[in-house]
T-cell receptor, first 113, second 114 residues
Framework: QQQVKQSPQSLIVQKGGISIINCAYE??????FPWYQQFPGKGPALLIA?????SEKKEGRFTISFNKSAKQFSLHIMDSQPGDSATYFC????????????FGRGTSLIVHP | NAGVMQNPRHLVRRRGQEARLRCSPM?????VYWYRQLPEEGLKFMVY????????ESGMPKERFSAEFPKEGPSILRIQQVVRGDSAAYFC????????????FGSGTQLSVL
């Protein structure tokens, strides 16, 4: 059973465009939703995270939108740059327990110059 | 301050051999998580350890796989009698405490089973 569903699997965007990656979760006990960025040959690195008490969080060109009732959250990358080309993973965790993030399958983003 | 160190970066084993993957967490971190990554399948949780204790191993296959995090030294993920299906990238992550949500990942070990 896939607890965190991520789409699309791959995404191609022109430089300066907006990249949007969507995730949906099943477990209503999840209360922490991070996004990780992974470059080839490297491990994932935390990019931005949100808790369900807010509907949006912005850090620079990266924004998370969160819809608690729909159990969905998304990552928006504004003014996408070639350097943003990477694989992005959404995740969900239950902070009250032993906290083990469950990851989506990842989205391979390519930003063309 | 060195990050999470994993070695080896690449490991080639023949079917039936043993694979040992090592992970040294960030300085001051006492919590270690192991994940396995297969193409187009994302990161699959395997095991969560604290020093000398296994906290959660719900993602570990029941046979051939084991993990430890001794009082001294790195965490070890051990795969006995490897099969081709074990070929994957194995990532280790660490955190300062189990309640610290930010995980720091190593660069992974790519295991290839011939």
């Amino acid at each position: 059973q896939q607890q965190v569903k991520q789409s699309p699997q791959s995404l191609i965007v022109q430089k300066g465009g907006i990249s949007i990656i969507n995730c949906a979760y099943e477990n209503t006990a999840f209360d922490y939703f991070p996004w990780y960025q992974q470059f080839p040959g490297k491990g994932p690195a935390l990019l931005i995270a949100i808790r369900p008490d807010v509907s949006e969080k912005k850090e620079g060109r990266f924004t998370i939108s969160f819809n608690k009732s729909a159990k969905q959250f998304s990552l928006h990358i504004m003014d996408s740059q070639p350097g943003d080309s990477a694989t992005y993973f959404c995740a969900a965790a239950q902070s009250g327990g032993s906290y083990i993030p469950t990851f989506g399958r990842g989205t391979s983003l390519i930003v063309h110059p | 301050n060195a990050g999470v160190m994993q070695n080896p970066r690449h490991l080639v084993r023949r079917r039936g051999q043993e694979a040992r993957l090592r992970c040294s967490p960030m300085k001051g971190h006492s919590h270690v998580y192991w994940y396995r990554q297969l193409p187009e399948e994302g990161l699959k949780f395997m095991v969560y350890l604290q020093k000398e204790n296994i906290i959660d191993e719900s993602g570990m296959p029941k046979e051939r796989f084991s993990a430890e995090f001794p009082k001294e030294g790195p965490s070890i993920l051990r795969i006995q009698q490897v099969v081709r299906g074990d070929s994957a990238a194995y990532f280790c992550a660490s955190s300062h405490s189990g309640r610290n949500e930010k995980l720091f990942f190593g660069s992974g070990t790519q295991l290839s089973v011939l």
